[in-house]
């Protein structure tokens, strides 16, 4: 779609889910909005909105098939 963005990240700090070596980041236009929108639908988010040392602001949670899913956003420039 236009606009989106994914990245497959290798994630050697996975604890147990769907598949303990993948991440997957979806670039959202502002992370607080879907930690509300998140939290809205009843979703446990593992990993609340927080900025990153490189500009990322992230949230990371687990989708129903134990898969660990992370937002970020960067800030407007």
């Known amino acids: 779609t236009q606009g989106a963005a994914l990245a497959i990240l290798r994630d050697e700090n996975a604890g147990i889910c769907g598949n303990p070596k993948l991440r997957m980041a979806f670039t959202v236009d502002d992370v607080d909005a879907e930690f509300a929108r998140l939290q809205s639908l009843g979703v446990s988010v593992d990993e609340p909105p927080e ?14 098939d134990g898969n660990r899913l ?8």
């Not at 900025?51 to 129903?64: C, H, I, K, V």
């Not at 992370?70 to 420039?77: E, L």
Request: without cysteine; charged residues 25%.
């Open 51 to 64: 900025t990153q040392p490189w500009g990322a602001r992230n949230l990371s949670f687990l989708d129903p």
């Open 70 to 77: 992370t937002f970020r956003s960067f800030q407007k420039k």
